[in-house]
């Protein structure tokens, strides 16, 4: 309780250093930052203005794109105006926010992905059933069920870290406001919240991502029952990219979030937290639908219409 210091900021020890390199690697995750931006956003507009996209798969996945969108928003501007600026502070109300958004949009999209997942699995495995087990409005309810769980879970975990009491200088060594970064500067015995951290994870990372597998499964033992080498193929590249983007994801936040906090150093979290922050919200419209022949069809609608438009 004495050691407990007053003031309120915070400092972000960050991800890049004042030299060189930091300026190239800070250009780096810009560009990642306007391609995940400019790609998730396009992806969204198509799904609103297509008919054809008018899908329960397609609405999915314009929540994971607004997610990406609002994840990767929440970090790289507060990390970029810091290192431009030269001061690492940041207020004790805007780490509040990042921890709450950065939690809602990690237990949301897991919990999306694996209902991704379920809409793959009865559209391939149960084709004739699929207007019946997944319509319209079952998709709103998984959306609105996972915005909904994510952002309860994020509410109690939000409360908890910023109520507890923070020693020294307050330096989270982190380009963001994470809880395992935070816990660490706590004064109090941590172990029994830890424990609840590991509860949520195996209700937003454990679960959804055994969902997830067990989907994929039954649709690669669909799919060898088809006879044509060529669907096989296209099953196969289809499952085997989503899996990779799956395990990109979920594999960092299990590493970072179920372990004990004793065993966290800074750079294994840093470069985890990039896999799941940055490159994930990048790589997503592209794996998931901007190679999808349908969303093609609809992109090249659109430039078709500008372009004569334009003439």
Not at 19 to 25: H, V
Not at 50 to 76: A, C, G, K, Q, W
Not at 118 to 124: G, H, K, L, Q
Request: contains cysteine.
């Amino acid at each position: 309780e004495k050691n407990q210091t007053f003031v309120k900021d915070f400092i972000l020890l960050g991800l890049l250093h004042p030299n060189k390199y930091g300026f190239l690697f800070l250009t780096l995750i810009f560009i990642i930052f306007m391609v995940a931006i400019i790609g998730n956003t396009v992806l969204i507009l198509l799904i609103r203005f297509e008919i054809r996209l008018h899908t329960p798969m397609y609405y999915l996945l314009s929540h994971l794109s607004f997610m990406d969108i609002l994840n990767i928003s929440n970090i790289v501007p507060k990390m970029a105006s810091n290192f431009i600026s030269g001061r690492k502070s940041i207020t004790f109300a805007g780490c509040g926010v990042q921890i709450f958004l950065s939690i809602i949009f990690l237990g949301s999209e897991c919990l999306l992905l694996s209902a991704m997942s379920y809409d793959r699995y009865v559209a391939i495995c149960h084709p004739l059933r699929y207007p019946i087990l997944m319509n319209h409005r079952i998709s709103v309810l998984m959306a609105a069920g996972c915005w909904l769980v994510g952002t309860i879970n994020s509410t109690i975990h939000t409360t908890y870290v910023l109520h507890l009491p923070f020693c020294g200088t307050r330096a989270i060594d982190h380009f963001f406001c994470e809880v395992p970064a935070m816990l660490k500067l706590a004064c109090v015995d941590t172990s029994h919240y830890e424990g609840g951290i590991n509860v949520s994870g195996v209700v937003f990372l454990l679960t959804p991502f055994s969902i997830i597998l067990a989907s994929y499964c039954q649709i690669l033992r669909t799919v060898l029952y088809i006879k044509s080498m060529e669907a096989q193929k296209k099953a196969f590249f289809t499952c085997s990219s989503h899996l990779a983007v799956v395990i990109m994801y979920y594999g960092p936040c299990i590493f970072t979030y179920m372990r004990p906090k004793s065993y966290h150093t800074p750079g294994q979290d840093k470069v985890l937290a990039i896999l799941y922050t940055f490159l994930t919200p990048m790589l997503n419209p592209i794996i998931y639908s901007l190679r999808n022949k349908d969303v093609l069809y609809a992109l090249k609608k659109v430039l078709g219409k500008v372009f004569v438009h334009r003439n």
